[in-house]
Each structure stands twice: as C-alpha cells, then as structure tokens.
C-alpha cells in the first residue's frame, strides 16, 4: 500500500509540474497578462494621438481656416492689403524715446 501511495504522489507531483514551473505556469500566464495590459494602453494613447491627427488631415482637406493658420503662424505670411505690426516688450521697463540708458532726465551729468 505504502508504494501505491509513492506512486500516485509522484504522479500528482509530474502533473502540477507544468502548472506551476512548466512553460505555461502561473508565473508566465501572468506576465502575458501584464504585457496585454501595457499594449492595450499604448494603443489607447495612439489611438488619440490618431484620431487628432485624422481630424488635422479633414480639416486641412475641406478648409482654407487651417492653412491659413498655418502659413500665419509657421510661416509669416500675412493677406494682401492687410498690415503687420510687430509688439516688442523690454522686460516691464519703458524708457522716453529721447532718453538714452545713464542720461539724467533733467540734462545735467
């Protein structure tokens, strides 16, 4: 009875083999399932990052709005008879035109 008993142990011992450090363990079904789940994010994010770029392309098919947004901003450009004024900003400090950096503003040194 004692070597039944052997052989059926060792007979359920060679069939959790497999289950447990064999090519289809646990171990191994769970890290495919971590990589699934990283994939499947990554797609999420393209899928955005497509559906964005989709509705550029649209919209630069059937409209004159975007590329003319795009050749203002990219390129400069700017419509005929339409004037272009440039704002500069020094920093927050403003000097009088007539003033040059170190003169007093009464003329005296």
């Given amino acids: 009875m ?5 052989i059926l142990f060792a007979l359920i011992i060679l069939l959790q ?17 971590q990589q699934v789940i990283a994939q499947h994010e990554t797609n999420q994010k ?4 497509n559906a ?3 509705a550029e392309v649209q ?10 947004e795009r050749a203002r901003s990219e390129l ?8 272009f004024f440039q704002v500069e ?8 035109p007539n003033q040059s950096k170190g003169e007093n503003p009464s003329g005296s040194k």
Avoid: C
Avoid at 17 to 33: A, F, I
Avoid at 89 to 96: D, L, S, V, Y
């Fill in 76 to 83: 400069g450009m700017i419509k005929q008879n339409e004037f």
């Fill in 59 to 68: 919209d630069l098919k059937q409209g004159s709005d975007a590329i003319e």
């Fill in 46 to 49: 393209l899928q955005i990052r």
């Fill in 52 to 54: 964005a770029l989709d």
């Fill in 2 to 6: 004692k070597v039944l008993g052997l």
């Fill in 17 to 33: 083999y497999p289950l447990w450090l064999g090519k289809g363990s646990w171990h191994r079904v769970w890290e495919v399932d």
């Fill in 89 to 96: 900003t020094n920093g927050g400090k403003t000097t009088p």
